[in-house]
Each structure stands twice: as C-alpha cells, then as structure tokens.
C-alpha cells in the first residue's frame, strides 16, 4: 500500500528504500515500541509523530485501543488528572503516564466521549454555574482544542458516539424554551455543528447518570426510569426494566453486552436480546470481594475493569489505582457469561481521598 500523494519525510527513514516503504514498515510496529523507535534517529522520532503515520496506521488497520483516565484528587477537586495506560515491549509492568490538562477554568461533571483518537470533554460547572464549552484532547499529539460550544449548558449529561456523531442528553433544568428544545443535542465531528434533537416532554425531566450504545441505540441510565433513544428513526423509548433496576452505571458494552458492577460486588452483564442480568463467571478468585469506585471499557474487545485500592504506601497518605484486563465469552450451550483474567496490576499510586472520574478508549 503507498500513499505517494501525502508529504514524504525530508530524510531517508531506512537507507535504501523508498520512503513510502520504510512508512509502511514502520506504521506495523506496535505501539509500545515506538518510544524505542524513536531513538534510532531524528527522522524515526520526527516520523512517528506525523499526521502522515497515523493515517497510515489507519489504512493499514493497524491502530491500536489505549485507556485514558481522569483521576480527582482530594487537594483540586474540580480538576481532572488525564493519564493513558502503557506497558513496555518487554517488562509486563503496566503504569499510568500523565498527559495534559485540560485547558482552564476546571469543571465538575463534565460528559466524557471517545472517537477515533478523539476524546471530548462536555460541559461541566464552575463555581456552580453550568457551562457549553466543549474541549477535545488527540490522543495522537496529546494536544487540546475547543470546539463549537453546545447550545445549552450542562453539568452530568449523558453522551455518546454513533458513527460521527456525537449525541448528548439531559444535564440541565428545563425551565426555558432553549433549554426544552435542546435537551438532547447532537455534534457532527465532520461539519462540526451542534442540532437539537427533538424530544418527548415525559423524558425532560429526567437526569441521566450514564450511557451506553447497544445495537445503534443510545442507553442512557436517569434517576428514575432509563431512556433509549435510536438515531435512525428518532424514537425514544423507555428502557426494559429488567435492565433499569440492574445498571448501576459506569459500564461498557462488548458483543452486545452491558457490563457493569453491582454493589454485591458482582461483574453482571445484560443481554438485550435474553432482557436477563448474569453473573460474569470465572473472575471471582483473581480480584478482590469489593472493588471500590469500580468503572469499566471496551478496551479492544476485551473488558479492563479499573478500581481504587487501599494504601500502597506514603506513610498510609496514598493509594493505589488497580487494572484488571479481563476476556469475555458467551457459553454456547448454557450462554452464561465468562471471563478469563489476563493481569490484574497496580497502575499507579494516588493521594488518598482521591476518586476515578471517568475511563474511555481511544483508537489510533
């Protein structure tokens, strides 16, 4: 595959191939690698950076899925600490690297949503006044840009992404005209306009708590009475009620089941197909009876469980940050659900008090 058309590297990246080559070459090599890569010389480093590799790396297929998560330490509240999971090409160490801030003023309750190599930070509040602002962090060049600001403010909306589109619900008061026209909005990434999505006036008042997309529908999970809401025909409907009383949040979906935990202490996941909650079998001795804070993602196909651990040293003044990476599977004959731990390691070490704000995955 060459991709002529795009700007070559001003240096040889390989002495005695042409550059398209070397490109393609180098845009296979696993990620973890790339920092080692990136030593061999200042046209590899210069490379590895480039627009040109990521989209190399997207027509070849190779991009990989990587964890970002936002942290709250009890010092800054309202600020949330971005890291990205790593793991070296040799050691099985798996650790946190911090990556930049979002830009100022800090804000509590924002909506986390993840595209491509885009992770979009929505709305929020500051000294409790709700806000529209948008921000977007690429995950390639860890840089954050604004984009168009939503038309109604929001703190605790509920977001996600379906095709290009970005689709945000709820998280404001609907005691103005704007705000009933607007409670659900949509973002295209490619025109990048903001939509109303219109809306029956039951679900206005409802105040979403999390989402999730399951068969190209929008799950979102409200203080009373789950909404889903389908793009392609506009129709909002309430969500079955076995999966209401069961989804407590903080979940992910893989093949079409919700995953989350409950406050047994449990990995359940839901089929929508069956309508029944079942106990993700096979995981009970690798982790801990509870897991405090416990939030999970889709990372690749397999579901990585993120928790707050007790104190991992400091003089009793931290704690420990703990990933799980955990493979799924339907029982073909009793379609029970199993899960197979891969590893289960510390990942970092935070102030105590501290809390899991959000995970997401990003693609690249």
């Known amino acids: 595959m060459s991709i002529s058309t795009s700007p070559a590297p001003s240096a040889d990246l390989i002495p005695s191939l042409p550059n398209d080559i070397s490109l393609n070459i180098l845009a296979r090599i696993p990620r973890c690698h790339h920092r080692t890569l990136s030593l061999v010389s200042k046209a590899f480093r210069s490379i590895l950076t480039s627009p040109i590799f990521f989209t190399t790396r997207s027509l070849l297929h190779t991009t ?29 160490k798996h650790s946190l690297a911090l990556v930049p801030p979002p830009p100022p ?44 600001n939503m038309r109604v403010a929001r703190e605790f909306a509920a977001a996600a992404a379906i095709g290009n589109k ?19 909005e949509v973002f295209d990434t490619v025109t990048e306009v903001w939509d109303s999505v219109p809306s029956p006036v039951d679900v206005k008042e409802k105040w979403m708590h999390a989402s999730a997309v399951i068969g190209g529908k929008i799950y979102a999970m409200a203080d009373r ?66 897991l405090c804070g416990a939030t999970m993602v889709n990372l690749g196909g397999k579901l990585l469980v993120v928790w707050e651990g007790k104190g991992g040293g400091g003089g009793g003044k931290e704690m420990e940050i703990w990933c799980a990476m955990i493979e799924t599977e339907k029982g073909r004959d009793d379609g029970e659900l199993w899960g197979k731990i891969q590893w289960v390691d510390v990942v970092l070490n935070v102030p105590n008090g501290s809390s899991i704000v959000h995970c997401s995955t990003v693609m690249f």
Not at 234 to 261: K, P
């Open 64 to 92: 990989q899925h990587f964890l970002y998560l936002s942290l709250r330490f009890p010092t800054s509240p309202s600020i949330h600490h971005f890291y990205t999971l790593r793991q070296g090409p040799i050691s099985p």
């Open 105 to 148: 003023p800090p804000r509590i309750g924002s909506a986390f949503v993840s595209l491509g190599p885009h992770l979009f930070v929505l709305g929020g509040s500051f000294n409790d006044v709700s806000s529209p602002h948008v921000w977007t962090l690429d995950c390639r060049f860890h840089t954050w840009e604004p984009l168009p």
């Open 166 to 184: 970005i689709y945000v619900v709820g998280g404001c008061v609907v005691d103005t005209w704007a705000r009933s026209k607007n409670w659900a």
């Open 225 to 290: 009475g789950g909404v889903k809401y389908e793009p392609e025909s506009g129709e909002w409907d309430c969500v079955e009620s076995e999966l209401d009383m069961g989804w407590r949040g903080r979940g992910c979906v893989i093949d079409g089941v919700l995953y989350c935990y409950d406050y047994l202490g449990n990995i359940r996941g839901f089929d929508v197909n069956e309508g029944v909650w079942k106990v993700l079998r096979g995981v009970e001795k690798g982790l801990p009876r509870f």
